[in-house]
């Protein structure tokens, strides 16, 4: 009797599912990552978080096993919301997702504590492998696990050293396109029209870089992008 309830027992811990808190500010992506995790058998996705501070929030009252945490959202960037749960709450798995990373943004990440990057155009193929990897006990790096992470950021540091990156005072890939259509003299409507999305996000988009690059006027910004080679512009 005592055998049975030990494997009774042991098949409850084997179907528990891996918690997980996914962390974006476009509610598309959540639902999306949603969704796929949710499809597959083992993973249970038990919060979201649209900012940086409801991350931190969520993470701290739910403690997934894995944080899926965006490196690019409002009010607190991912950097730092990873800096603050690592400091209260070392014991959760954190991936970062994003769109695009440098390698000196990813160097970082590791080093405050990431246990993987995962790029938001290869979340079909990656997303599952990384996380297993991750719960396994090592690293997702580059689109593969990795297990000595020492040897990882050496090369990485190797590689940063090599290419020089291009200075973007914090902007996103979202907002460097916006800046690249300032400089061409589109309106607001044409942003609007090209990214189709509403005048309102652009406005938005375009106060964000305002505050970043510590301009006023859409001409200051077509000056400080090209004084700063923010734009690549067409001879």
């Not at 504590?113 to 719960?135: F, N, P, T, Y």
């Amino acid at each position: 009797m005592k055998e049975a309830v030990k494997k009774s027992d042991n098949a409850v811990v084997a179907a528990t599912p891996i918690r997980i808190v996914v962390a974006d500010d476009h509610p598309v992506v959540r639902f999306g990552v949603k969704n796929m995790l949710e499809s597959e058998p083992g993973f249970e996705v038990v919060g979201e978080a649209e900012d940086g501070d409801v991350a931190i929030t969520q993470t701290l009252e739910l403690e997934p096993d894995i944080l899926l945490l965006d490196l690019q959202m409002p009010r607190l960037p991912g950097l730092e919301a990873l800096r603050a749960i690592m400091s209260k709450s070392p014991r959760v798995k954190i991936i970062m997702l994003t769109s695009t990373i440098s390698t000196q943004q990813i160097i970082e990440a590791l080093q405050i504590g990431a246990r993987g990057i995962v790029l938001k155009d290869a979340v079909a193929g990656d997303l599952s492998r990384s996380l297993r990897a991750v719960l396994s006990g090592d690293y997702w790096i580059g689109g593969e696990r990795v297990v000595n992470l020492v040897t990882a950021l050496n090369e990485l540091v190797k590689k940063a050293a090599a290419v020089p990156e291009r200075k973007t005072y914090g902007l996103t890939p979202r907002e460097l396109e916006v800046v690249t259509c300032i400089v061409e003299g589109c309106s607001n409507k044409d942003v609007a029209k090209q990214f189709v999305i509403s005048e309102e996000t652009v406005k938005r988009h375009l106060s964000n870089i305002f505050d970043k690059t510590g301009v006023s006027t859409r001409l200051e910004l077509a000056l400080f992008a090209i004084a700063h080679k923010l734009v690549t512009l067409e001879s």
